[in-house]
């Protein structure tokens, strides 16, 4: 291989460095302007009346409250989203069936549902003018305006995020890796555990935060089915648009800023896993001769 | 992860179940928005005077939303006890499901309203644009502040109040209404997503030379943003609003808690109530307490829904429901 | 025909389809079983209204705009965050979920705030004389905010796996940088890229809480669908709402299914085309 080789493989595979730096100007310009700027005003909203006060409107009982059952219903809602999200893409990625654009519309189709009306059709089923209201009240089962129809709500706005996530990410992988693993005698769990999750583990990650972050951030759908009921089933955006309302502003923009800060703690979480995962693979490279051959 | 969420789930059931078991017996006040200051002072007070009459701890909580939405709630079956509201259509829902006695209005002196307010103007210090009446706010070259008219509590009062002044004009009647208002609502450059919204607008952007506003919210405009920007102005003639409360008589049956729902409602008639109003710039109904903050209260001339629309069940459909005036004012045919 | 090689796909799918009819399909049903108690006349009526057509050309005008925009600057987002350093580049990627996490009602406020004409960026932009708050430029700008996080986060795990190996190999052919780009990258990542995009749109769609704040409101100009839900709801005119409701989920899911079946088309025919044995 010569020099001029090599030097125009580099070319080919980086962008010339003035590209380079206007690509990334133009990224941050944009994210400054549109993700920088509001996430700025909301601390300085936040911190308007100074550090005791930012602190004052967080340590009230009903903000503390909210910032718990806002933390449960996104923890809760978790397993299930990771659950379906796997299982949905494995069969969509995975297998040629009928249908199949049918049904990942279908996935998509609660991320078109105003969430508005996706509060409400809860309310059709569960309210006590819906279709299981009378059985529900007759059995003294409380399901809208109380903790299960937050939770419900949750899942239904955050039911497509895993999947998707991982749908277009395991077609471009296609199948090729886990069929070798199973025509080398693994199981299906092994296959999976082995050669599935760890290829799949940033667009699962990516799906998770996403749908997280969604799970906390939800006004829509939570504050048709929550009731606003004080300390009970208040969720922090909730609490977030009560404060606003009566005036305390900085209360409003505090319980915000922790918001936002819960999406920036996704940071820690991403960089615990990278580190572990980075860890995992470095110890299975020990143990195992070097799997790529080319 | 699992630990966790078992954790979290342990905690949250311990405070549920922590609660009540300190009280003996509990009220759910289903509210609006900014009543939330309101309750906040009055509970405490009647929880003072329930555990001296009869000795018993009263557990007392608060929802707060926009008005409909809260009914809306109670009819699908959120367990309020009693509901206090900012305008009439919203209780008139609950008596049309049957939750509330048809004849609420009537259940408590001064037409179940403990206390009352008025729609007034906010205008910049100094009333640059000589803002005096409803007739300047319909003038050309006046931007106007309001939260829209047709989806918000307040937008609906201030819309009412701009209508029913042109009707009491000379000549006045429902078509020179219609005109007068279009002609004000010509002058919105917008329409805010609620009273606190319409506020943000107009004292934070800067936008507007009048807000059209609850004299309650004046004071609480002074809280967040201070005096030295604005001025109140009171028109010659503005709309009295209501703020009804009433008993959800299905879940207090259920429930068992008419007794201290009924005193809960009755206390706000009190001296004690009546004074917590005052102070929180409501107007209160008792002639005495009235007399005592006046100085908070200018005199206004006022008039009523039931005086001039027949009731909120007219009022309602003939300029909020779909195809009503409001429509009319923005249908291109 | 072949047998399955994988395992799994009877177990998966069946979950699938159970878990997505109980949380999805039975919920939904019930919004059109609520609205069936209109006659079609009735139903055509408040579909076709002059408020509600221009409320759709509204919402979904502006949803187009903000999709696209989002999927310009989503991918030059996304490949910057894959592919260059750059310093306090982690907080940059954690940044982009912001839009989830913040309640839509603040990012509302805040947009509407920034955006007025004394506003940090509206003061600049009202000096050329171009108004964004109180107009449908400003429903743009929300919808921009709420979308941007599914463009980048669709991309970012594609981008990441994209072999080094195919872009050496086209370097090696004599490939320039911006042919291998437009000939080798784009086609492997467009697929993500159009999900990203769709999903973008079919939020912005639905999207009420951000944007109540900015878009001024005004009936035929700055008007949205779900405004006209909620002003039904106000109405206590449940069924009303549940009307308009249908006729934006039939709308959103003929786009979607319009968008997933030239998605799966074109892979297919890609597979095809590069011959891959079966």
Do not use: C
């Amino acid at each position: 291989m010569s020099a001029t080789g090599s030097l125009s493989v580099r070319k080919a595979t980086a962008e010339p460095r003035w590209v380079r730096w206007t690509l990334t100007a133009v990224g941050l310009g944009f994210l400054f302007f549109f993700l920088g700027l509001p996430l700025l005003a909301v601390f300085v909203e936040a911190f308007a009346a100074g550090m005791p006060k930012y602190l004052e409107a967080l340590a009230d009982p009903e903000a503390r409250s909210a910032i718990w059952l806002t933390l449960f219903v996104a923890l809760f809602v978790l397993p299930f989203n990771v659950i379906f999200g796997v299982a949905a893409a494995w069969a969509i990625a995975k297998f040629e069936f009928r249908g199949k654009s049918l049904l990942v519309t279908l996935i998509d189709l609660p991320f078109a549902v105003s969430p508005v009306v996706a509060g409400l059709v809860f309310i059709l089923i569960f309210g006590a003018q819906g279709v299981f209201g009378p059985w529900l009240a007759a059995h003294d089962i409380k399901v809208v305006f109380a903790l299960p129809g937050i939770i419900i709500a949750t899942l239904f706005i955050t039911f497509p995020f895993v999947a998707r996530e991982l749908i277009p990410l395991m077609q471009a992988q296609g199948k090729d890796e886990e069929e070798a693993a199973v025509s080398l005698g693994a199981t299906g769990w092994q296959m999976f555990r082995r050669v599935t999750l760890p290829n799949i583990k940033w667009g699962l990650l990516y799906g998770v935060i996403l749908a997280n972050a969604r799970a906390m951030g939800e006004f829509g759908a939570v504050s048709v089915v929550s009731g606003h009921i004080r300390g009970e089933t208040n969720t922090l955006p909730l609490h977030v648009e009560i404060l606003y309302n009566e005036y305390n502003q900085v209360g409003a923009f505090a319980s915000a800023s922790v918001l936002a800060l819960l999406a920036l703690v996704t940071l820690v979480a991403k960089t615990v896993v990278e580190w572990r995962m980075r860890k995992e693979t470095e110890t299975l490279d020990a143990a195992l001769p070097p799997e790529k051959t080319e | 992860m699992p630990r966790l969420i078992s954790k979290l789930a342990a905690a949250l059931f311990a405070t549920a179940l922590s609660l009540p078991a300190l009280a003996d017996a509990s009220l759910l006040n289903v509210s609006y928005d900014v009543a939330r200051d309101f309750y906040k002072d009055y509970n405490p007070l009647f929880q003072k005077h329930w555990k001296a009459t009869t000795g018993e701890n009263l557990e007392l909580k608060q929802s707060h939303a926009g008005s409909s939405k809260q009914v809306r709630a109670v009819a699908d079956g959120l367990e309020a006890d009693v509901v206090t509201m900012n305008q009439a259509s919203d209780v008139d829902f609950l008596a049309d499901k049957g939750l509330v006695a048809k004849d609420y209005a009537k259940k408590f002196p001064t037409n179940a309203s403990p206390y009352t307010s008025t729609m007034v103007f906010i205008v910049r210090k100094g009333n640059p644009k000589a803002l005096k009446d409803w007739n300047d706010l319909a003038k050309p070259g006046v931007q106007v502040i309001l939260p829209h008219p047709k989806n918000t509590g307040n937008g609906r009062y201030s819309y009412l109040a701009a209508w029913g002044y042109a009707l009491k004009q000379p000549g006045g009647n429902d078509k020179t209404a219609q005109e007068f208002v279009g002609k004000l609502l010509k002058n919105a450059p917008l329409f805010a997503a609620g009273g606190r919204d319409a506020t943000t607008t107009f004292m934070q952007r800067k936008i507007g030379d009048v807000l059209v506003s609850f004299e309650s919210e004046a004071e609480l405009i002074a809280k967040e943003f201070g005096r030295g920007e604005f001025e109140v102005v009171y028109p010659s003639l503005s709309i009295l609003t209501e703020f009804p409360v009433a008993i959800v008589e299905k879940v207090v049956d259920k429930k068992g808690t008419r007794k201290q729902a009924q005193a809960y409602l009755d206390y706000l008639w009190s001296k004690e109530g009546q004074e917590n109003a005052a102070q929180n710039y409501l107007r209160p109904r008792d002639a005495e307490v009235l007399k005592k903050y006046a100085g908070q209260f200018p005199a206004i001339k006022t008039f009523t829904v039931d005086d001039v629309f027949g009731g909120w069940a007219k009022a309602f459909p003939a300029h909020f429901k779909d195809g009503g005036s409001f429509d009319q004012i923005y249908s291109s045919k | 025909m072949q047998r399955r090689v994988l395992p799994g796909f009877g177990l998966s799918l069946g979950y699938t389809l159970v878990y997505l009819s109980l949380l999805i399909l039975l919920p939904l049903s019930g919004l059109a079983f609520k609205a069936s108690s209109l006659s079609f006349d009735q139903f055509w009526d408040i579909a076709t209204g002059e408020r509600a057509l221009a409320s759709y050309r509204v919402t979904f005008g502006a949803s187009l705009a903000a999709a696209a925009i989002n999927g310009v600057f989503g991918l030059v987002v996304a490949w910057m965050l894959v592919r260059y350093p750059f310093p306090g580049k982690r907080f940059v990627d954690a940044l982009v979920d912001l839009p989830f996490a913040l309640p839509t009602a603040v990012a509302g406020i805040t947009l509407a705030t920034l955006y007025a004409g004394n506003g940090w960026i509206g003061r600049h932009l009202e000096a050329f004389g171009w108004k964004v708050a109180y107009t449908p430029y400003g429903i743009v700008v929300a919808l921009t905010f709420i979308g941007l996080p599914f463009v980048v986060r669709t991309l970012q795990p594609v981008i990441e796996d994209i072999e080094p190996e195919i872009e050496e190999a086209a370097a090696s052919l004599g490939a320039s940088r911006l042919q291998t780009f437009v000939r080798v990258l784009l086609p492997a990542i467009f697929p993500a890229l159009l999900t990203g995009v769709t999903l973008a749109f079919s939020r912005a769609v639905g999207e009420y809480g951000s944007v109540i704040f900015i878009a001024g409101n005004m009936p035929l100009i700055s008007e949205i669908t779900p405004l006209l839900i909620i002003s039904k709801l106000e109405q206590y005119d449940v069924v009303g709402a549940t009307a308009l409701a249908i006729v934006m989920l039939v709308l959103s899911f003929i786009l979607l299914l319009a968008v997933n079946t030239l998605q799966w088309w074109a892979a297919n025919r890609h597979k095809a085309t590069s011959g891959e044995a079966r």
